[in-house]
């Protein structure tokens, strides 16, 4: 027995009721994900410090507000970029102080900190002398904006020239005009 609704078979009619609920409801479902937007590009320039960012992708402006590529804006800065596709995470992380390198006459010294005069950017060391260390008998200049990294339990972290303090043990890394360039306080 055939159940008709004016001539039309009632199944026919329930699909087509559903499939209309489906796609609205999918349509919906997708209109709260994806809205179209318009956007405006231009030439800006990023400056970090006194170095130019040059990035392979052009900025772009929405509603008042520059965007840039996180990946290649963050790591022209020197941090490491990290998906994790599970949680939907981006991590940024410092890359930390570059090793000491010899070879462009850099040293490494060793000691515990005895002054700082933080306003003249300088530093005094009671050094721990060993066969790879050269022997300093002045006040350090530090660089402006040194790399300065903790060194607690095998991990590393990056802090500020102003929070080493003296009674630190520090690690140096010198470079051949006899500046402090960066600083590891182990704890």
């Given at each position: ?76 800065l ?9 949680s939907?995470t ?7 102080l ?49 790399v ?40």
């Open positions: 027995m055939k159940t008709s609704c004016g001539g039309f078979n009632m199944k026919k009619y329930f699909i087509l009721i559903t499939l209309a609920i489906i796609l609205t409801i999918v349509t919906s479902f997708a209109g709260n994900i994806y809205d179209q937007i318009s956007i405006y590009y231009n030439d800006t320039k990023i400056i970090a410090g006194q170095k130019e960012i040059d990035l392979p992708e052009q900025l772009f402006i929405y509603e008042g507000h520059t965007y840039v590529p996180l990946r290649h804006f963050a790591e022209a020197d941090y490491v970029v990290d998906w994790h596709r599970e939907e981006i991590t940024l992380s410092k890359n930390l570059e090793d000491c390198n010899p070879l462009v006459g850099e040293y490494f010294v060793y000691g515990q900190i005895t002054k700082i005069e933080y306003s003249e950017h300088l530093i005094s060391i009671e050094q721990h002398i060993d066969d790879n260390s050269r022997e300093i008998f002045d006040k350090l200049k530090v660089v402006n904006n040194p300065v990294i903790i060194d607690r339990n095998s991990k590393e972290f990056n802090i500020e020239f102003s929070d080493v303090k003296v009674g630190d043990l520090v690690g140096l890394i010198v470079n051949k005009n006899d500046e402090v360039r960066g600083i590891i306080v182990f704890i």
